[in-house]
C-alpha cells in the first residue's frame, strides 16, 4: 500500500475541532494511518489484523 486512494476521515471530526484529526486507508492486508493536517507526510502502516486487535482493545480495554 504505498498510495492508497481510499483516505477517509473519521465521523467524529467536525468543524468545532477544525476538522483535525487522522484518515485511515486500508486494503485486506494493511491498514494506513496519516495526519489530516498533513497528508503528505509519512504515514504508519500496519499489518490488518494487528490493528484490528488494536482497536478491539481500545474498545473494550481491561482494567
Request: include cysteine.
Amino acid at each position: 500500500m504505498t498510495t492508497p486512494h481510499n483516505w477517509r476521515k473519521s465521523s467524529y471530526s467536525g468543524e468545532g475541532d477544525g476538522n483535525n484529526c487522522l484518515e485511515i486507508a486500508h486494503s485486506t492486508a494493511q491498514v494506513a494511518i496519516r495526519d489530516s493536517k498533513a497528508p503528505a507526510r509519512a504515514t504508519l502502516t500496519f499489518r490488518a489484523p494487528t490493528f484490528a486487535t488494536f482497536v478491539r482493545t481500545l474498545k473494550n480495554p481491561t482494567t
